[in-house]
């Protein structure tokens, strides 16, 4: 086991300072601090104060009902692979009611097969927000319209402070909670949230996810000016992947030539019909033909300039839902 770099302070090794941060935070609700993120945040007293306030109204103050709290905290600490956090909260979480097969897909890096609805939007508003660093309308709509204004900016806030403290902790490599019964996280490779919108049981083998003739091309995309052949990965990955083939129908104009931005962790096109010019932010314009493959940044900011009728790409992007932005 990887040794503690920060160690509990011996109180009568404690500044001033200190004593009085730690004297506020076990008068509060919390009681009795035996190790966790104040052990390491006790170094900086004038952040453990103020960061102990925080935690205190979300924990217990907050509008949130507190099996979404926990699930918030489930999420930031698997997130960033925190033992103690997620044992402490594992705890916490199925007091306050959460379905022990949520967490425990959780802690498999599983999306949850059955979720109630608040805890659904909760989930896909602070997955979507880790992956993407952005939330779509969708979400944003459906938690505000669930959880408030105030709600969604504490649901926020809890994903936010617990994702602080496991950064913390991480750092002083503080150990598993003593004693405790909660199995430890597993490890998952190349962990990261997006592993939560991966579906709970993945194929154990080839699937044929789209026939010749099934499902022709549909004008139900995001381009009014094209259709769509879906390819039926986004279902086949629970929401990991999307393809499809774009065909454009319509000549360029005024509205193809919108500057905009797609918010996603990763997209490429093969040219299978046509050309194509685009201007990509930072790198001018560039023309691809049949048979070019181009990969496209996170986020980058590009143009589609002109192409030919009739021009046919292949598409793969992740995750399959995302959001697409206007930009100057």
């Not at 097969?113 to 602070?126: H, N, P, R, T, V």
């Not at 979400?139 to 496991?166: D, H, I, K, T």
């Not at 931005?261 to 932010?281: I, N, R, S």
Request: glycine share 8%.
């Amino acid at each position: 086991m990887t040794t503690e770099r920060m160690s509990k302070i011996p109180e009568r090794d404690m500044t001033e300072p200190q004593r009085k941060a730690l004297d506020e935070v076990m008068s509060g609700p919390r009681g009795k601090i035996a190790g966790g993120p104040f052990v390491p945040l006790l170094r900086s007293p004038g952040l453990m104060s103020p960061l102990a306030k925080v935690g205190e109204y979300l924990r217990f103050g907050s509008v949130l009902d507190k099996r979404i709290i926990e699930l918030a905290t489930l999420i930031a600490a698997r997130h960033w692979s925190q033992q103690f956090e997620w044992q402490a909260h594992y705890t916490l979480a199925l007091k306050a009611g959460l379905a022990p097969a949520i967490a425990d897909a959780i802690a498999q890096g599983a999306r949850p097969a059955k979720m109630a609805e608040d805890e659904e939007i909760a989930f896909e508003l602070l997955v979507e927000l880790a992956m993407n660093k952005s939330v779509s309308d969708r979400n944003y709509n459906r938690a505000a319209e669930r959880f408030g204004e105030q709600g969604v900016v504490e649901l926020v806030g809890v994903a936010g402070y617990y994702s602080m403290l496991a950064m913390v902790m991480n750092v002083a490599r503080t150990a598993p909670l003593a004693g405790s019964d909660v199995n430890l996280l597993p490890e998952i490779p190349n962990s990261h949230t997006g592993n939560l919108m991966k579906q709970t049981e993945k194929p154990t083998g080839p699937v044929i996810t789209r026939r010749t003739g099934d499902d022709d091309f549909k004008r139900d995309g995001l381009r009014s000016f094209a259709v769509y052949r879906d390819l039926g990965l986004q279902n086949a990955t629970d929401g990991g992947v999307h393809a499809h083939i774009i065909r454009m129908v319509e000549p360029s104009s005024e509205t193809t030539r919108e500057r905009h931005a797609h918010l996603l962790d990763c997209q490429f096109f093969y040219v299978l019909k046509g050309w194509m010019k685009l201007e990509f932010d930072g790198h001018g314009e560039v023309t691809v033909h049949e048979g070019d493959c181009v990969f496209m940044p996170a986020g980058i900011k590009h143009t589609v300039l002109d192409y030919s009728v009739g021009l046919e790409n292949l598409e793969v992007v992740m995750p399959a839902q995302f959001e697409t932005v206007r930009v100057d």
